[in-house]
């Protein structure tokens, strides 16, 4: 059973740099992408980007390319997504979710409970 | 705004069947890049509830169903149930963005 863990909450100065970190037990990471899809308070879902493990491969969305790093370990089935130049629209739930494909059109399988970052002065 | 659209909110008595329209382009749904549904139910993270168009991963009710029509999806849910009030996603995947897309959500009120 796939389980994704996410660290903590974080409040964070604008212009600053966040760092969530995923742990995904159960998972293999030879088959799988790992993407983060954030919420802004009260508005819908965006994705941010993935990063597919066996091939070493990120992408993201237009809007945040330059801003946002994802990065997985193999060894560790750990996935971290940081943001810079943190600005207070970057106030959101973010989530860790896994493909069950490397596949870019794959499902959103399965998701981890979300991590809420808020910036603020 | 969202690639994808949908109608902002839904609604429907106890035991009726609701539709939620999804509509995209040439470079997404239309290009036949498969169609996924989630489910928020209020304070939790989405779940998948329809993958590849039509497909319902197992221990989905078969009260919910997905269709496809060139560039447009829809999610039908019928016998509406109380707990079925949440918001409800459609994405797909955009070869122009190269990158997953979300529709704006859709909440669904039971009356």
């Known amino acids: 059973q796939v389980q994704l863990v996410q660290s903590g909450a974080e409040v964070k100065k604008p212009g600053s740099s966040v760092k969530v970190s995923c742990e995904a037990s159960?998972?293999?990471?030879?088959?799988?992408?790992l993407n983060w899809v954030r919420q802004a308070p009260g508005q819908g879902l965006e994705w941010m980007g993935r990063?597919?493990?066996?091939?070493?491969?990120?992408e993201y969305a237009h809007n945040l390319k330059g801003r946002v790093t994802i990065t997985a370990d193999k060894s560790t089935t750990l996935a971290y997504m940081e943001v810079n130049s943190l600005r207070y629209e970057d106030t959101a739930l973010y989530y860790c979710?896994?493909?069950?494909?490397?596949?870019?059109?794959?499902?959103?399988?399965?998701w981890g409970p979300g991590t809420l970052v808020t910036v603020s002065s | 705004q969202s690639v994808l659209t949908q109608p902002p909110s839904v609604s429907g008595a106890p035991g009726q069947r609701v539709t939620i329209s999804c509509t995209g382009s040439?470079?997404?749904?239309?290009?036949?890049?498969?169609v996924q549904w989630y489910q928020q139910l209020p304070g939790t993270a989405p779940k998948l509830l329809i993958d590849?168009?039509?497909n319902r991963p197992s221990g989905v009710p078969d009260r919910f169903s997905g269709s496809r029509s060139g560039a447009s999806a829809s999610l039908a849910i019928s016998g509406l149930q109380a707990e079925d009030e949440g918001d409800y996603y459609c994405?797909?995947?955009?070869?122009?963005?190269?990158?997953?897309?979300f529709g704006g959500g859709t909440k669904l009120t039971v009356l």
């Open positions: 979710v896994l493909q069950d494909d490397v596949l870019p059109a794959a499902r959103f399988v399965h």
């Open positions: 159960g998972a293999s990471f030879s088959s799988c992408a």
């Open positions: 990063f597919v493990p066996v091939l070493g491969l990120a």
């Open positions: 040439n470079s997404n749904i239309g290009a036949r890049y498969g």
């Open positions: 590849g168009d039509s």
């Open positions: 994405q797909s995947y955009d070869s122009s963005l190269s990158g997953s897309v």
